[in-house]
């Protein structure tokens, strides 16, 4: 799937993804920066992936885990500084949002900073159910 967005092209094919522009914002991110690049590269393969284009340049990202039956996880978001403030985020969330395969699922995420995004999107707030149990490998 490909979408034009004014000069930006978002897509879901991953053979256009610069590894090295998505290990890059999330050895910087504070929720990905302990993850290995053996991780990441992982995480890409088994997951749908979004990158936000401007010509051969990626700039933003975003993935997708589901069972494609009733439930998707989003993740990884990420839109470079540089491009911040352009409206590449809100484009990103609504183009995987209302798109066939996933308008019919629940979407879970989680967020320390960006609730008033998501929320324009029809995320709720759910500090009550939302649990979590980190990895092995952060929890020493």
Not at 23 to 28: I, P, T, W, Y
Not at 41 to 49: A, D, L, M, R, Y
Not at 55 to 76: H, I, K, N, P
Not at 118 to 140: A, H, T
Request: with cysteine; net charge negative; proline share 1%.
């Amino acid at each position: 799937m490909d979408f034009i967005y004014g000069e930006y092209l978002i897509s879901d094919n991953k053979e256009m993804l610069d590894i090295h522009v998505v290990k890059g914002f999330l050895s910087r991110s504070y929720w990905a920066n302990k993850r290995s690049d053996e991780k990441i590269e992982k995480s890409i393969h088994s997951s749908i992936c979004f990158g936000i284009y401007k010509e051969e340049v990626q700039v933003g990202f975003a993935r997708v885990v589901t069972d494609d039956a009733t439930m998707y996880w989003l993740c990884d978001v990420f839109i470079h500084e540089e491009y911040r403030g352009k409206g590449l985020g809100k484009k990103l969330i609504e183009v995987i949002t209302q798109s066939d395969r996933f308008k019919d699922l629940m979407g879970l995420l989680g967020t320390l900073d960006a609730h008033e995004l998501y929320e324009q999107y029809q995320f709720n707030r759910n500090s009550e159910r939302f649990m979590i149990r980190l990895p092995d490998y952060l929890r020493v």
